[in-house]
């Protein structure tokens, strides 16, 4: 079992920039890819970004592409998502989830999830 707290989240304004931490707890942090997901109201949960686990490839959605950098940190067991030039429509609850190997877009591919942060950019 892995348990997963999402913190980081907040208000921002158009242009600015935050970075959302995932620290997990539980089993060995390291065998787990992490990865990012986001849900507005009334839209699907979308894919964001995803580390894999010791090798740490990275793959990003396209809507935040060469905006926002994944990133993990073993020894801390924690993973941070660096959110820049943020947008209105990056407005979201933000989730991390984890899952044994590598990471995938899917979100059925998961296997445990954290509650979830909010993050709101004002225009």
């Known amino acids: 079992q892995v348990q997963l707290v999402e913190s980081g989240g907040g208000l921002v304004q158009a242009g600015g920039s935050l970075r959302l931490s995932c620290a997990a707890s539980?089993?060995?942090?390291?065998?787990?890819?992490v990865g990012w997901f986001r849900q507005a109201p009334g839209k699907e949960r979308e894919f964001v970004a995803a580390?894999?686990?010791?090798?740490?490839?990275?793959i990003y959605g396209d809507s935040v592409k060469g905006r926002f950098t994944i990133s993990r940190d073993n020894a801390k067991n924690t993973g941070s998502l660096q959110m820049n030039n943020l947008t209105p429509e990056d407005t979201a609850v933000y989730y991390c989830?984890?899952?044994?190997?590598?990471?995938?877009?899917?979100?059925?591919?998961?296997?445990?999830w954290g509650q979830g942060t909010q993050v709101t950019v004002s225009s």
């Open positions: 989830a984890a899952r044994e190997g590598a990471g995938y877009y899917s979100p059925t591919r998961y296997d445990y």
């Open positions: 539980g089993r060995t942090f390291s065998r787990y890819a």
């Open positions: 580390i894999g686990s010791i090798a740490a490839s990275t």
